[in-house]
């Protein structure tokens, strides 16, 4: 099992190009989201899918995008990158819990984002 | 409003000495969970562990342990004889609905000299 994969693990990208993060599991795991770490602020949820086909806003979803159509892959698109979206960006995916058996989240390697 | 706050941004101690990092929590759920994961500087995340709000028991493993209150809401975290090996940053999380979304704290780095 490869776990949680990201893909590209590094970018450099300039004001207004557009990219697309990949996040791929391989665990059958229901739930994916989207994190951004910020020095000083910790992760925040950008983005989150609670299964195939669905999608929901977390806490700082503006300037992304994200699409779930295959279970194990969780796409996150910048549009028109701004160098305010500079950061490193985890994905995690996650089972249902169990009755009494809580599921943990598993995280990627992280991207590293820069906007000039 | 769902918050987790980790009021000590930098700490720094000398290996072999003890150290607590503390965790306090807001929400207004009776069901949620909390975490500690530990990121090294190599950039990824490491679970440590995990309490629900149902389990005030303290637990150690080794070196670590956690002390969960909720009359407090903390949940504090202590490393005993640290080690040069224990820098990194430590984070607190919580989680608290059906969708599992974790709220961070915005960490505390430790650095342990040697």
């Known amino acids: 099992n490869a776990g949680v994969t990201q893909t590209p693990k590094f970018r450099v990208l300039k004001t207004g190009q557009s990219m697309t993060l990949l996040c791929a599991q391989d665990m059958n795991h229901e739930y994916m989201y989207w994190y951004r770490q910020d020095p000083g602020m910790g992760l925040r949820l950008i983005h989150y899918?609670?299964?195939?086909?669905?999608?929901a806003k977390g806490e700082v979803p503006d300037g992304y995008n994200v699409s779930r159509l295959k279970k194990q892959n969780f796409l996150l698109g910048l549009e028109s990158a701004a160098p305010s979206q500079t950061s490193v960006y985890f994905c995690a995916s996650k089972t249902r819990n169990e009755g009494a058996v809580y599921n943990e989240q598993f995280f990627g390697p992280g991207t590293r984002l820069t906007v000039l | 409003a769902q918050k987790v706050t980790q009021a000590q941004t930098e700490i720094s101690v000398v290996e072999k000495e003890d150290v607590t990092l503390d965790c306090v929590y807001e929400t207004r759920d009776t069901t949620y969970y909390l975490f500690w994961y530990k990121q090294p500087p190599s950039g990824e995340l490491v679970f440590l562990i995990r309490?629900?709000?149902?389990?005030?028991q303290n637990e150690i493993s080794g070196r670590y342990s956690w002390n969960f209150q909720k009359s407090t809401s903390s949940f504090n975290f202590t490393i005993t004889a640290s080690q040069v090996v224990d820098s990194a940053v430590y984070f607190c999380a919580l989680s608290m609905d059906s969708s599992y979304k974790l709220i961070f704290g915005s960490g505390t780095r430790l650095l342990v000299r040697p």
């Open positions: 899918s609670v299964g195939e086909g669905t999608t």
């Open positions: 309490r629900n709000s149902f389990d005030e």
